[in-house]
T-cell receptor, first 111, second 113 residues
């Protein structure tokens, strides 16, 4: 039982490049979330999903897109990376909105 | 709008000393309340949660928290801190019917020998 996994762990992008972050969970959770963590700002919700095929915007959705084609996977896409998107990205999943289980994070640097 | 405030950015305590980390929330009704811990380079781990009932809740690693409605607070406590407790601690809230957590900005705990 791996819990929540994220790939890749680290990535460096140049401004304007695109990439996709993958989150996978093996706990059969309905809810999945993408957060970004920046110094002094805690975690801020980017997008979330309440079930397969559904997505919704969170607090800071601009510049990101997501897809939940399979229940166990939640993808976060950056179509045209900007230096402001340099951050640590965390995925989480849960049975309900409470008690979220977090992945280990992806450290993204955009130069 | 709901918000969470953790007034202490950084706290330093001696090993064996007691600890209290503050958390205040602003929301009309009683939300669900959580404390998470993040060790360096790791994801977040749930320490404890409050939904209803007894206002003093016990969590993992010897932590407890007390919900005080009159003060809109949910402070985290530990009677005797261990060096391994050095980490960043986040308070989070969600109100019933909502789909996401709101996190505070975190308190970094340093433990000195």
């Amino acid at each position: 039982n791996a819990g929540v996994t994220q790939t890749p762990k680290f990535r460096v992008l140049k401004t304007g490049q695109s990439m996709t972050l993958l989150c996978a969970q093996d706990m059969n959770h309905e809810y999945m979330y993408w957060y970004r963590q920046d110094p002094g700002m805690g975690l801020r919700l980017i997008h979330y999903s309440v079930g397969e095929g559904t997505t919704a915007k969170g607090e800071v959705p601009d510049g990101y897109n997501v897809s939940r084609l399979k229940k166990q996977n939640f993808l976060l896409g950056l179509e045209s990376a900007a230096p402001s998107q340099t951050s640590v990205y965390f995925c989480a999943s849960s049975y309900s909105v409470a008690e979220q289980y977090f992945g280990p994070g992806t450290r993204l640097t955009v130069t | 709008a709901q918000s969470v405030t953790q007034p202490d950015i950084h706290i330093t305590v001696s090993e064996g000393a007691s600890l209290e980390l503050r958390c205040n929330y602003s929301y009309g009704a009683t939300p669900y309340l959580f404390w998470y811990v993040q060790s360096p380079g790791q994801g977040l781990q749930l320490l404890l949660k409050y939904f209803s009932g007894d206002t003093l809740v016990q969590g993992i690693k010897g932590f407890e928290a007390e919900f005080k409605r009159s003060q809109s607070s949910f402070n985290l406590r530990k009677p005797s801190v261990h060096w391994s407790d050095a980490a960043e601690y986040f308070c989070a809230v969600v109100h019933t019917g909502a789909n996401n957590l709101f996190f505070g900005t975190g308190t970094r705990l340093t433990v000195i020998p």
